[in-house]
């Protein structure tokens, strides 16, 4: 079946660093794949996504790049910020009923 | 952007009661929605797709006679959660479907709602 999996938090992190949170995939056919970011007390968002293989998605900061032969979307960024503390999903979407399968969150903690 | 709301925020309802949450697209027509429900510290499951117009489809293990999802308009669609239980406790969350044109639409995910019962 079609599942995501990522890394586990929480992830804490000082301001300035760089930030990997790991994710990979199992599909079936060739999924569109997400990150979403949900702040505190909000709902969630979309932050980037790509829907080929090599395909890099970025936004903000952060960038993730589709790698079929890996099954993997890993997201990074060079220098976090306070502000990016919150809960990261990884997901990924199959066919056209739009339906997201989601990963279980990271949460990350970033110290000024 | 694209904007879905939800309403109520938060509601604490006694077992046994029916509770109604509401989710609504404000800018734009959503022909597909879906709810999810998030448990403390795990992801979001997929509980349903909501369509205008037409039944909607369930989830496996999910109780369709519990959870009563009517897709009223282009903009609207509610989650009844009926004869609630502690157990039914949870955050419920909805997205909305933005099409442009053919192809992959994007979801817009609604604030959540907060379902406490006791």
């Known amino acids: 079946g079609n599942s995501v999996t990522q890394m586990e938090g929480p992830v804490t992190l000082s301001e300035e660093a760089f930030l990997t949170i790991n994710c990979t995939y199992t599909?079936?056919?060739?999924?569109?794949l997400f990150w979403y970011v949900q702040y505190p007390g909000e709902g969630l968002q979309l932050l980037l996504k790509?829907?080929?293989?090599?395909d890099k998605g970025s936004n903000k900061g952060f960038e993730a790049t589709y790698r079929k032969e890996t099954t993997s979307f890993h997201l990074e960024k060079g220098s976090v910020q306070v502000s990016d503390s919150a809960v990261y999903f990884c997901a990924l979407s199959v066919g056209r009923d739009d339906k997201i399968i989601f990963g279980k969150g990271t949460r990350l903690h970033i110290l000024p | 952007g694209a904007v879905v709301s939800q309403h109520p925020s938060r509601v604490i309802c006694k077992s046994g009661t029916s509770v109604k949450i509401e989710c609504r697209s404000l800018d734009f027509q959503a022909t597909t929605m879906f709810w999810y429900r998030q448990f403390p510290k795990q992801s979001l499951m997929l509980m349903a797709t909501?369509?205008?117009?037409?039944?909607?489809?369930?989830e496996q293990g999910v109780e369709k006679d519990k959870f009563l999802i009517n897709h009223a308009s282009l903009t609207l669609s509610t989650l009844t959660v009926t004869s609630a239980h502690p157990e039914d406790s949870s955050f419920y969350i909805c997205?909305?479907?933005?099409?442009?044109?053919?192809?992959?639409?994007?979801?817009?995910f609604g604030p959540g709602t907060r379902l406490t019962v006791t």
């Open positions: 997205s909305a479907v933005l099409r442009g044109g053919a192809g992959l639409g994007e979801q817009y």
């Open positions: 909501s369509n205008e117009g037409s039944k909607a489809t369930y």
């Open positions: 790509a829907t080929k293989a090599d």
């Open positions: 599909a079936t056919g060739y999924p569109s």
